[in-house]
């Protein structure tokens, strides 16, 4: 760096001495400093920029630059094309008289050499011009469309054009300086492209043609109008101007001073050898020889072109030395304007001159013809075409110099690929308005002062033909005259011809500063580039002689002024050239780009939408594969353990199994299941068992007089078996030789019990369609029990007539006990059900028809009191002699019981027996008539057969109306009091249909007995009785669902006589201020979830926002919106949010810090409990702004590829080859972005899929793999933005910290992962529980609610499941309870059954945690309400015994709370008995009731229902008898149904009236705690108190 600081510091010194350098620096020194910079740089020192590359357009001096807004709008003024058309069509071949055809292509040349204004913005920005009505480019439209001719705007400085005072200002892509980049290149890259590096040439060919451009140079591509086909650009002969293949004479040109340059080399290496000088090297020839070609160039320019468009001598424009404080900026007025005046002096065809004489070939080239072609037609010529071309082009005249311009340029000037015609005067009145060039005040000089554009009109030779076509065009406001129409119709004052004075002044004044400005200028003596002898010698070499040396031409054949047609036609001069005489133009072509991305872009997104569904399906196929190999598994273990017990027990069992097949039953579809057959002769029935001898189903086959089979021989081996009652039985064998020996053994089976079987064949398709399976049964069954209640309760809209079409099917229908007991929720083997069958089955059938369950409905729905106590009594009655034995009712106690599923032994009923006996005053009696069974049962409740029925399954939907009764009174003696009947309920079981102090049932009938023959009409004319009934009630009860008589501990509540007393009509309150209070509440609940969920989406709408404003409006120079409309915004948009939202999510699962951050003050803000909740709330949200995303991305790429490659100017870090196309295939998939991103989607739509509750659930170690994707995911983040096409990636920005803060948190589980914990104890509990115990690490601190995630070492250490602690902290042992539930539960209970059945070791656990969760704040409130469901109870467990060890311990000060309820939702407590036992020593501790416990069995019947009244008799006797349930051994009352969370939170408001805020947590099933969630919401919104809920789901 230091010695460029001292080269820069001694050319500056150099430049200030001036001539006085001359003997401060050695010659070598000198001539280094001294080379000419290829891009222009350090040409002035004080301005080292100035002329360079890349510089601005200047405002025009002459005059203001004028905008239609200011900064950038192009000024409005009339259509282009219809000035082009009026004022410059004409015929071509009217000849100058001044100038030769090579006059205007040099200055085309000369243009390309100072000027560079054709590359267009980027963005694009295109004017669109309405040729609609155009012929020539309308020729083929189709009616009503519109066609627009593009042109682009120039490139410009994005830093302008953005506000007024600072309009837009273009930019110029070549150096100003005459420098010879025309030749040479506008770098020294470009330059090396085009040297050989020997000898100081240009790299030609051997026909003296430059080489092919095979190191790819950023040359023009326009579709020659030949083929309408882009080329390779490797194709194209490397040149020095991007733009010299625009044209054959172009193209000559730059031939020309190639070869002139190779001239001067071998030259100057000749002179050396001649001169016996050392050789020079080839740097040192090709400096000379381009400093020379340079110096040619620029005397040429000056001192032969410019004189003589300004009809002047070289002396009138003569040198007068360096100018240092002269800018070398191209004016806007020259750049816009002036440089394309020669336009008008251009033919229309290139004359081809021949190699001897002065004639003209006959295979002259048509202009329009030759756009982008003129290699081809230069190098397919036997001769040296280019040179035929320049001297052709001196001998013919151009076109006159007026305002007419040849139909090749007007009509026929090239275009991209989409309009491959367009009309290039047009495009140059455009290109003025886009340079804000506008008719003003001109100041040319102090005689030419032009004030308005009045005086400068009238300053100009106009016709008055011309003013008046103006004046029409211009609708007669003439200060809108396109500058550029101005310049063409201009005349010379002096000699009335072209140009006119403002071109010449304006020509003259540009190319003298770039002049004067330029260091290196040739005669600039200061530079000593030169000595004065080479100086006249360069000014004394014309263009002839450049043509004479480079193309080897006697000068004999050209004139000695090359530009002028007086001279020329000394020499040789053609005629014009007319276009009639030349090849027609080919006609306009467009291009669609989209063209051949149709099945990419489809394809593609056909794939991304069938992706998912791949997905799924490989996913449940992969599932179905796994659960049939753990079945197998299964049943291989299972086999093996029956067949040890089989080889245990000895041959006595032998006959079992020999009277047993296997075989599989088809249920109906394609489903099959594994089944045993086995025939029992004792009681001639047909069981059909598991494969693990459980019971599936019976057949009795006595009732069949003639069992019809209908068998397949044939593959699938089939045989259906005909049940007429029942559904059909369906099985498969293995073999026919199976199914032969079923069908035989069957047959002798049936023969010996003097029965007769039918067997027919069959074919599989005939016995599937004729076999009546389960599923089609049930359509029956719902079909019959839809029309018995229809007829039971008039209801027509039940009526169904689907699987049975007429009143005689239905009348005749016949169910059996199993569908009996089914329609009763009930198994078949049930006492209770068998009592109440046989009670039914009037002509012992052993079926049931219509009239028999239409007669018990009845009876049990709208029958008296009365009446349901003969059916019950009739029902325990069992040997039928009018008396019920003391030991009848012990039987029928105990099946209740056992249906309840009770845990205590039922030895412990006769006590409670007897206790009703007493209670009813029948403790002498033995046997029991009808009056005393009736005192048996109503001894407690005189209303208690009023209010039950059965509770019928399918009834729930059925519609009827009751009486509705309200109780009135005290509390020690209620009456119940008919309603008015428009309060009565419609729907009859609704949950809220039975409450606490409002009975809605009536009774029916008379009291009548019914027999098997009454009527219907008889049954339905029973009246009820409407006389008030009395109610005592025995205790303080509490309202439930579906449970009137649910009681509640007195502890609960202490008032009871406030809960039966006016309960009927709500408390009135105002709607909008309970919906007010209830937003507040919930405000309050969930404050912290709603800040930090609106802090997330505050930022991500934030960053979305932001990016999309920017990309849509603030970013407008970038050029992304403008190519890709609003997609872009949209897209980047979300992909800001996908950055942020992909990132959040590492620290939602960092377990570690989460169970850190809960115990700081941070947990009172933010809920750190919550993270699971939230990891999947900013999941769905990376999701869908990944799906905004990809879908705005597709609609880029649709507008992409739409579009020109040159098009995407701004990926910058992107290259298209000028004949390229952008097509969707290769973008997407052999680009980094495209690539990365297809694999983003993909990995995202697996990780996706398998993250759902249903995989998790099902394939959770599938789960667990796919979603250590997140690594990859985020590697493919990383990677797919690198390429920075539109903004530098801010992914990592959002990412670092993230990252950083997960991998310590891993690291930390990674270290306790690494513990092996040796399970202490195992036991497998009913329900599929089982029960973990296991050493407690050392350092393992925990509060009681927290969980853990395990792995097994028998079942991967990869896999990581997370249970929550049933251990309190102060034990030295850690509990899981882990319900079978999944692949993952299921295989550890086996493992550690068959551990234990094989005396083998249990295996080893690795823990991860522990991890905090919201159910360890219970101690945090005064109140706590504890709401477990099923397995959920876990983190209860650990509560309650925490909480009871405080007590014992008397640590009860250090917590807050000071009461506890414990409500327990369970299906069957026998699942949980473990908890009993804790729930035991809760109440054994808990001498002040600190802990209220309420037990609810779900899986029963409704509160009204007969049973359920019953059980609750013998529960109250039972609790009276013992003081503890009967069903659980506990204090706690057990209630039937489902909790009412409403009501009970309501008296838990009422018993606790200074208690704002009370907890209530509950982990269950998504169902359950939506329940607890709406009942606190309500509750908070009618009551003083605040619910805050906090619950676990799994």
């Known amino acids: 760096m230091f010695p460029l600081v001292i080269a820069y510091l001694m050319l500056v010194n150099h430049f200030i001495q001036g001539q006085n350098v001359h003997g401060s620096l050695p010659p070598d020194a000198l001539s280094h400093l001294q080379m ?92 669109g011009v309405d040729v609609s009505d155009d012929p020539i480019f309308a020729a083929n439209k189709s009616k009503e469309e519109m066609i627009l001719m593009p042109v682009y705007r120039t490139k410009y400085d994005k830093g302008t054009g953005k506000y007024a005072g600072n309009p837009r200002k273009q930019v110029n892509s070549a150096t100003s300086w005459i420098d010879g980049s025309f030749i040479y290149g506008p770098s020294e890259v470009w330059t090396d492209a085009l040297r050989l590096f020997k000898g100081g040439l240009l790299n030609m060919t051997d026909r003296d043609l430059p080489s092919l451009n095979w190191r790819g140079l950023p040359l023009d591509n326009y579709p020659p109008p030949r083929t309408h086909k882009r080329v390779p650009p490797a194709s194209f002969w490397a040149v020095g101007d991007r733009r010299a293949h625009e044209n054959p004479a172009l193209l000559s040109l730059s031939i020309m001073f190639m070869r002139y340059h190779n001239a001067l080399a071998q030259e100057y290496a000749a002179e050396a050898v001649s001169a016996g000088s050392p050789e020079p090297t080839d740097k040192e020839l090709f400096r000379r020889a381009r400093t020379q070609t340079i110096a040619v160039l620029q005397s040429i320019i000056l001192y032969e072109w410019m004189p003589f468009i300004l009809n002047k001598t070289s002396s009138e424009v003569a040198y007068n030395g360096y100018q240092p404080s002269v800018a070398p900026q191209i004016d806007s007025l020259f750049a816009a304007v002036i440089s394309k005046w020669s336009m008008t002096l251009i033919p229309p065809g290139i004359p081809i001159r021949s190699e001897t004489g002065c004639g003209m070939s006959a295979d002259s080239i048509r202009l329009c013809e030759s756009w982008f072609d003129g290699q081809k037609l230069i190098n397919d010529s036997d001769t040296d075409r280019s040179r035929d071309i320049i001297l052709g082009l001196a001998a013919l005249p151009a076109e006159k110099e007026d305002h007419i311009i040849v139909e090749d340029l007007l009509d026929y000037h090239y275009g991209p690929l989409h309009f491959s015609r367009t009309d290039a005067a047009a495009e140059q009145i455009i290109r003025g308005r886009d340079f804000g060039v506008k008719v003003g005040k001109l100041y040319l000089d102090k005689d030419h002062i032009y004030e308005n554009h009045t005086e400068l009109l009238n300053s100009l030779n106009f016709t008055s033909e011309q003013q008046a076509l103006l004046e029409e065009l211009y609708e007669g406001d003439l200060s809108k005259v396109d500058l550029f129409v101005i310049a063409l119709m201009d005349k010379d004052n002096e000699s009335g011809t072209a140009p006119g004075y403002l071109v010449k002044k304006v020509i003259e004044q540009q190319l003298t500063r770039l002049r004067d400005a330029d260091y290196f200028w040739f005669e600039n003596k200061v530079n000593r580039l030169f000595t004065d002898d080479e100086i006249d010698q360069i000014k004394s070499t014309k263009l002839s002689d450049v043509i004479s040396k480079a193309f080897k031409v006697d000068k004999v054949r050209l004139a000695a002024d090359v530009f002028s047609v007086e001279k020329a036609r000394e020499v040789c001069l053609f005629p014009p050239l007319n276009s009639s005489n030349l090849p027609p133009c080919s006609s306009m072509k467009t291009y669609d780009y989209f063209a051949g991305n149709e099945a990419a872009f489809i394809i593609s997104w056909i794939f991304v939408g069938l992706f998912p569904l791949a997905v799924i399906g490989m996913g449940y196929a992969g599932y179905t594969f796994s659960e049939h190999r753990r079945k197998k598994g299964q049943m291989l273990y299972k086999a093996s353990l029956n067949a040890s017990a089989s080889s245990r027990k000895g041959p006595a069992n032998s006959r079992e199994m020999l009277d047993s097949f296997s075989a599989s039953e088809w249920v109906g579809e394609d489903e099959l299941k594994e089944v045993r057959i086995r025939l029992d002769d004792a009681k001639y029935v047909l069981y059909v068992q598991t494969v693990e001898g459980l019971p599936l189903r019976s057949a009795n086959l006595s009732v069949y007089e003639v069992l019809t089979l209908h068998v397949c021989p044939k593959s699938p081996f089939t045989v259906l078996i005909q049940l007429p009652k029942s559904y059909d039985l369906v099985l498969r064998f293995s073999s026919h030789d199976h199914l032969q020996k079923f069908c035989s053994k069957l047959n002798t089976y049936v023969y010996d019990n003097g029965k007769l ?348 926002v932001e990016r999309f404003v920017f990309y849509l409006y603030a970013n407008e120079h970038n050029g992304v919106r403008q190519t890709l409309n609003a997609g872009v915004a949209f897209a980047r948009g979300a992909a800001e949010v996908c950055s942020f939202s992909f990132s959040i999510l590492l620290i939602t699962m960092c377990y570690n810090m989460v169970r850190y951050m809960r115990e700081t003050v941070l947990n009172l803000y933010i809920p750190f409990d919550k993270n699971i909740v939230f990891h999947k709330i900013v999941a769905w949200t990376a999701v869908a702004f990944t799906a905004v995303h990809v879908v705005a991305y597709g609609f880029n790429y649709y507008f992409l ?299 029963f019947f409704q509160g009204f229902d007969l049973r359920t009244s019953m059980l609750y008799v013998f529960e109250e006797h039972a609790k009276k008898l013992g003081g503890c349930s009967l069903f659980t051994g506990l204090k706690a009352t057990t209630n039937f149904g489902r909790p009412n969370f409403l009501e009970i939170f309501h008296k838990i408001s009422e018993e606790h009236l200074r208690v704002k805020n009370i907890g209530v947590f509950s982990c269950g099933p998504p169902g359950m705690t939506k329940g607890v969630e709406e009942a606190c919401i309500k509750s908070s919104a009618t009551t003083h108190s605040q619910f805050q809920h906090h619950y676990e789901n799994f």
């Open 757 to 1104: 079987m039918v067997r027919q064949p069959a074919s599989w398709k005939s016995i599937s369609k004729k076999a009546v399976t389960k599923s089609r049964r049930k359509e029956n069954l719902n079909s019959f029990f839809r029309n018995v209640f229809a007829q039971a309760f008039h209801n027509s809209d039940m009526r169904s007539s689907d699987a049975m079409s007429t009143n005689r099917e239905i009348v005749e229908f016949e169910i059996s006990k199993e569908e009996f007991a089914d329609s009763l929720g009930m198994k078949a083997n049930s006492k209770f059900v068998e009592l109440m069958f046989n009670v039914a089955d009037k002509q012992k059938r052993g079926f049931l028809r219509f009239r028999e369950i239409l007669e018990l409905v009845i009876i049990m729905s709208k029958g008296s009191p009365d009446r349901k106590l003969e059916l019950l009594f009739d029902m325990f009655d069992f040997s039928g002699n009018g008396k019920i034995a003391r030991n009848e009712i012990t039987q029928v106690v105990r099946s209740l019981v056992d249906l309840a599923g009770s845990s205590q032994p039922t030895s412990d009923l006769e006590p409670i027996v007897t206790e009703m006996y007493t209670c009813a005053g029948l403790s002498d009696k033995d046997a029991l008539d009808f009056d005393d069974f009736k005192r048996l049962l109503t001894s407690k409740d005189e209303n208690f057969m009023l209010k039950v029925g059965v509770d019928w399954k399918g009834l729930k939907k059925t519609a009827t109306k009751r009486p509705k009764l309200r109780a009135i009174g005290n509390a020690n003696r209620l009456t119940l009091e008919k309603l008015p009947d428009d309060s009565i309920d419609n729907v009859l079981h609704s949950k809220d249909s039975v409450r606490r102090g409002s009975y809605q049932r009536s009774e029916l009938g008379n009291g009548n007995g019914m027999t098997p023959t009454v009527s219907v009409e008889d049954l339905q004319s029973v009246l009820s009785e409407d006389s008030a009934v009395t109610a005592t009630p025995t205790h303080t009860r509490i309202g439930f669902y579906d449970t009137p008589e649910s009681t509640i501990d007195r502890k609960l509540v202490h008032k009871p006589s406030s809960l039966f007393l006016k309960r009927v009509e709500p408390p009135k309150f105002d709607p909008k201020t309970a919906r007010v209070k209830a937003f507040i509440h919930y405000i309050e609940n969930r404050k912290r979830e709603i800040a930090v969920l609106f802090f997330f989406y505050a930022v991500c709408i934030g960053l979305f």
């Open 1201 to 1499: 590829v739409s579009g020109p490659a040159d098009h995407a100017c701004f990926f910058d870090t992107t290259f298209y080859p000028s004949d390229g196309f952008i097509r969707v295939g290769p973008t997407l998939y052999t680009t980094l972005p495209g690539i990365t991103g297809v694999l983003l989607i993909l990995t995202l739509i697996v990780m996706f899929i398998f993250a759902s509750q249903t995989a998790r659930r099902y394939m959770h170690n599938t789960f667990w793999i796919v979603h250590k994707l997140f690594i990859f995911l985020y590697m493919l983040m990383a990677i797919h933005g690198l390429l920075w096409l539109t903004q530098k990636p801010n992914f990592f920005y959002h990412f670092i910290g993230p990252c950083v803060l997960f991998v310590i948190d891993k690291v930390l589980s990674v270290t306790r992962r690494k513990m092996k914990l040796k399970i202490i104890q195992a036991d497998l509990l009913p329900s599929n529980v089982t029960r973990v115990m296991f050493k407690r690490p050392a350092n393992f601190e925990y509060k009681s609610g927290m969980w853990v995630r395990i792995a097994c070492d028998a079942l991967g250490l990869n896999e990581y499941h997370p249970f929550t602690l049933t251990s309190c902290p102060h034990e030295d042992f850690l509990s899981l309870h882990i319900r079978g539930v999944g692949p993952w539960t299921m295989n550890l209970r086996s493992v550690i059954e068959s551990s234990q059945k094989k005396e083998r070791a249990l295996p080893n656990i690795f823990v991860d945690g522990p991890f905090g969760s919201g159910q360890q704040d219970w101690y945090n409130f005064e109140v706590s309400v504890l709401v477990g469901a099923g397995i959920g109870v876990t983190p209860y467990a650990s509560i309650l015994k925490d909480f009871v060890h405080m007590m014992r311990t008397k640590n009860r000060f250090k917590i807050k709370c000071q009461k506890v309820y414990f409500i327990w939702s369970t299906s069957n407590q026998r699942s949980f008995e473990w908890l009993i036992d804790i729930l035991k020593q809760v109440e054994e501790v808990d001498i002040n009731s600190t802990v209220s416990t309420n037990i609810f069995i779900t899986q």
């Open 36 to 127: 000419r910079h290829f891009e222009g740089f350090f040409n002035n020192p004080s301005h080292p920029e100035w002329g360079s590359i890349g510089q601005l357009i200047t405002d025009s001096q002459y005059g203001p630059v004028y905008y239609s807004d200011g900064t950038k709008m192009l000024a409005g003024g009339p259509n282009p094309r219809q000035i082009t058309n009026k004022l410059m069509r004409g015929p071509s071949g009217q000849g100058s008289d001044v100038f030769t055809a090579l006059f205007p292509f040099f200055g085309q040349l000369l243009m390309r050499e100072i000027l560079d204004i054709d590359e267009a913005s980027c963005p694009r920005e295109i004017y």
